[in-house]
């Protein structure tokens, strides 16, 4: 049954604040509309296209990251809360495929998790000292990863953090990474700047 324009658009509003990464295709599928729709829709909130929803929230977390220089995270941070979590979107193309069989080097989903789970440290130095890592589902050029990191609460290691990180495209989960990273001050201790 189809949602009446109204009642389509608040929800269409609602689902871009739970996950502002859908693109305007996901939308029209996920409310059996055309992709034309959507736009008017998203035109008649005042919501931005994916591009500049992007933009606007990675802007928004360049201030926060500590470890590492915001350029050097790969992929977009979409939004960050130092010690807690992190999501970061990471569009892979042409370039990040195999030419043989199309599906993304691993390094590149790697390089998104683990540079993710270094920006997430509240710490001026933040440096992976053991992962666990599990490649899921082949990924492939045209996809986009979203990749979500949480700090575990406490550590029996002083001076150590456990990051574990989740990369989905779409609902698929497609890496999963468990990374101990080393810190320059124990958390939450005074003298931590």
Not at 7 to 31: I, S, W
Request: aromatic share 4%.
């Amino acid at each position: 049954m189809r949602l009446q324009k109204r009642e389509r658009q608040q929800k269409l509003a609602a689902l871009l604040r739970e996950n502002p990464v859908l693109t305007d295709g996901d939308l029209a599928e996920h409310f059996s509309v055309s992709v034309q729709t959507v736009r008017l829709d998203r035109l008649e909130l005042g919501i931005p296209e994916l591009r500049e929803r992007l933009k606007d929230m990675a802007a928004r977390t360049l201030d926060d990251v500590k470890a590492l220089p915001i350029d050097e995270v790969i992929g977009d941070i979409l939004d960050i809360e130092l010690d807690k979590r992190a999501v970061s979107v990471f569009d892979v193309s042409e370039d990040h495929v195999f030419q043989r069989n199309g599906i993304a080097r691993g390094h590149h989903l790697f390089a998104q998790a683990n540079s993710l789970a270094v920006a997430v440290i509240d710490d001026d130095l933040a440096l992976t000292a053991r992962s666990e890592l599990e490649f899921r589902k082949p990924v492939h050029a045209g996809d986009r990863v979203v990749a979500k990191a949480e700090v575990e609460p406490g550590s029996e290691k002083p001076r150590r953090s456990i990051v574990k990180v989740v990369s989905t495209v779409g609902e698929d989960t497609v890496f999963t990474g468990t990374f101990e990273m080393y810190r320059t001050h124990e958390r939450g201790k005074e003298g931590q700047r």
